[in-house]
């Protein structure tokens, strides 16, 4: 069946340093990738996402680009900030799926 | 109101008995799931409705767990005989869903549960 997984955290950076939490995916066909985030005391919500091959999402300085090649969607940040503090979840949705299938998540701390 | 709403926010029971946890969707919206937040196990996905078709029920974990929505908007998901394994963040989330497109997921800040 289809299943993601990410990086095991907890991720401690410095403000401004680059990130990078990896994702990989399995699943049939071509399914849509997505990043979440939740952020202390909030819920879940949508970060990015890419729904084909090749496609790059992008949103407050993340980005993802969708590798069929290495069923990967690693998420990057070029310049943390201690507002980026949170958990990061990546997901997939499959080609004739129906529910969104989450990651264990990834604790990510930016310490100014 | 503006969001996905879900009740009670925090629920302490014992061992054995049932509980029932609620949702309330954003309006419009046609497509509502249940997800389960454990510790250091993600979100693991319980049970999807759409429209009126027939629910998704394949995550659910045992016959215990239930899961209604009445009249295409509110959700109550019930687990009966509760068990301290049940323990976990209860997040509902919705979305309008097409058939070309899943649309994005909006969730609640979810129902945390304590069996004890």
């Known amino acids: 069946g289809n299943s993601v997984t990410q990086m095991e955290g907890p991720v401690t950076l410095s403000e401004e340093a680059f990130l990078t939490i990896n994702c990989t995916y399995t699943a049939t066909g071509y399914p849509s990738l997505f990043w979440y985030v939740q952020y202390p005391g909030e819920g879940l919500q949508l970060l990015l996402k890419?729904?084909?091959?090749?496609d790059k999402g992008s949103n407050k300085g993340f980005e993802a680009t969708y590798r069929k090649e290495t069923t990967s969607f690693h998420l990057e940040k070029g310049s943390v900030q201690v507002s980026d503090s949170a958990v990061y979840f990546c997901a997939l949705i499959g080609q004739a799926g129906t529910a969104l299938i989450f990651g264990k998540g990834t604790t990510l701390s930016v310490s100014s | 109101g503006a969001g996905v709403s879900q009740s009670p926010s925090n629920k302490v029971t014992e061992k054995g008995k049932d509980v029932e946890l609620r949702c309330d969707p954003i309006?419009?919206?046609?497509?509502l799931y249940w997800y389960r937040q454990s510790l250091g196990q993600g979100l693991e996905f319980l049970i999807y409705f759409q429209g009126n078709s027939a629910p998704d029920k394949s995550g659910l974990p045992s016959d215990r767990f239930s899961a209604e929505r009445t009249g295409g908007s509110v959700s109550t998901l019930t687990i009966q005989r509760t068990q301290q394994e049940d323990s976990a963040v209860y997040l509902c989330a919705s979305s309008f869903r097409t058939s070309g497109s899943v649309g994005e997921l909006f969730f609640g800040e979810g129902s945390r549960l304590t069996v004890l």
């Open positions: 890419a729904t084909k091959a090749d």
């Open positions: 309006s419009g919206h046609t497509a």
